[in-house]
C-alpha cells in the first residue's frame, strides 16, 4: 500500500525551510511530506510528526529508513500542538504543515470503516485503539436522533437529501442494529439511490463524510490548530495548510483572513493552489486539494 502525498513540493515551499528549523507535520499519515524534507534537509532540521493513528510511526519510519533525520513522533492530533511543544520543552517553531486528506491506508487498510467501497466495522474512528469513551459512526446512526443525524449530513457532507437518509437510517436501526459500511450503504441506496443514477459520485459518498468528520471532531479541531498552531509560530514562521473540500477550505481561509486584517499575518496565496494536471493524473485523489500559506509577521 503506498500513500501518495499531495501538492508536496508546493506545501514545503510554502514553508521556506531553513537550516536549524524546527517544523511540525500536523497529519503524518504515510510520511511523505515528513520523508520529502528529510531528503531535502537531513539532519539540518528538526521534524516532529503528530498523528492520532500509532500505524503512522510505523509507515514513516519504514519510508525514511536510514536516512539521517532528527525526527520525533508524537501520537496525538494537531489540535493538541500547543500541548506536544510544550511536553517537548520547545518553546516555539518554525513552520507547521497540516494535510487534511484521509489517508490511503486509513482507506484501504485500516479496517475502520472509513470506505463505502469495503465492508467493514462502523467505527471511523481516527484513533486505532479506540476507548469506550470515543465516538464512532455507529453510535451515531444507532443512537441520536433523526433530526441530530440529518444535520450532520447535511451540515458536513452537504448532501440535499439528508431528511431521507436519516428518516431511513432510524426506520430501519428498528429492526436491527446497524454494524457495518455494508449496512449503512445498503440503507442509504434504499433512500436515496435513485435520485444518483446517471451521477459520477455515489449515493454514499457524502453521508460518508459527514459521519467521518462528526466522529472525529474534524472542523472544531482543524480551527483549534490554526489558532493554536500560530501562536506556536516564531515570527516569520510559516503554515501550510491542504484542505480536501469545502468546508475545511473555508475554515482555513476564514481564519487567515483575520489573522491578516488584525495585522498578524501575511498570506502568501490570494487564491488557493491547486494540483497541476499531471499530478492529478497520476493521483486522481489530489484533484480536490488546495493549499493556502501563511506567513507569522
Not at 28 to 49: A, P, Q, V
Not at 224 to 241: E, N, R, Y
Not at 248 to 262: G, H, M, Q, Y
Amino acid at each position: 500500500m503506498t500513500h501518495i502525498s499531495v501538492l508536496k513540493r508546493e506545501s514545503i515551499d510554502g514553508l521556506a525551510i531553513k537550516k536549524g528549523d524546527i517544523i511540525i507535520d500536523g497529519t503524518l499519515g504515510g510520511g511523505g511530506h515528513t520523508f520529502e524534507m528529510i531528503k531535502r534537509w537531513g539532519n539540518s532540521i528538526k521534524i516532529i510528526g503528530l498523528d492520532l493513528d500509532i500505524d503512522a510511526k510505523e509507515r514513516t519510519l519504514k519510508l525514511i529508513g536510514d536516512t539521517i533525520s532528527d525526527f520525533t513522533f508524537v501520537n496525538a492530533g494537531f489540535q493538541d500542538i500547543d500541548k506536544v511543544i510544550k511536553d517537548l520543552k520547545i518553546e516555539s517553531i518554525d513552520g507547521i504543515l497540516l494535510d487534511l486528506g484521509i489517508s490511503s491506508f486509513q482507506l484501504e487498510v485500516a479496517g475502520r470503516g472509513f470506505s463505502f467501497l469495503k465492508d467493514e466495522p462502523l467505527l471511523m474512528t481516527m484513533k486505532k485503539d479506540i476507548t469506550e469513551e470515543d465516538l464512532t459512526a455507529k453510535e451515531i446512526v444507532n443512537t441520536w436522533e433523526e433530526e441530530s443525524i440529518a444535520d450532520i449530513i447535511f451540515g458536513f457532507g452537504e448532501e440535499k437529501y439528508s431528511r431521507k437518509i436519516a428518516k431511513k437510517i432510524v426506520e430501519s436501526r428498528k429492526e436491527k442494529e446497524i454494524k457495518t459500511t455494508f449496512d449503512l450503504v445498503k440503507i442509504i441506496k434504499d433512500a436515496v439511490g435513485g435520485y444518483y443514477k446517471g451521477l459520477r459520485i455515489h449515493p454514499a459518498t457524502r453521508t460518508f463524510q459527514a459521519l467521518r468528520i462528526a466522529t472525529n471532531s474534524e472542523l472544531s479541531n482543524l480551527e483549534q490548530a490554526i489558532d493554536k498552531g500560530f501562536t506556536c509560530l516564531k515570527k516569520g514562521g510559516h503554515m501550510s495548510v491542504i484542505s480536501f473540500h469545502s468546508l475545511e477550505d473555508r475554515i482555513v481561509k476564514k481564519a487567515f483572513v483575520k489573522l491578516k486584517e488584525n495585522g498578524k499575518a501575511l498570506i502568501h496565496t490570494k487564491k488557493p493552489i491547486i494540483p497541476e494536471e499531471e499530478e492529478v493524473r497520476n493521483n486522481p485523489r489530489s484533484r480536490s486539494s488546495k493549499l493556502r500559506l501563511l506567513e507569522k509577521l
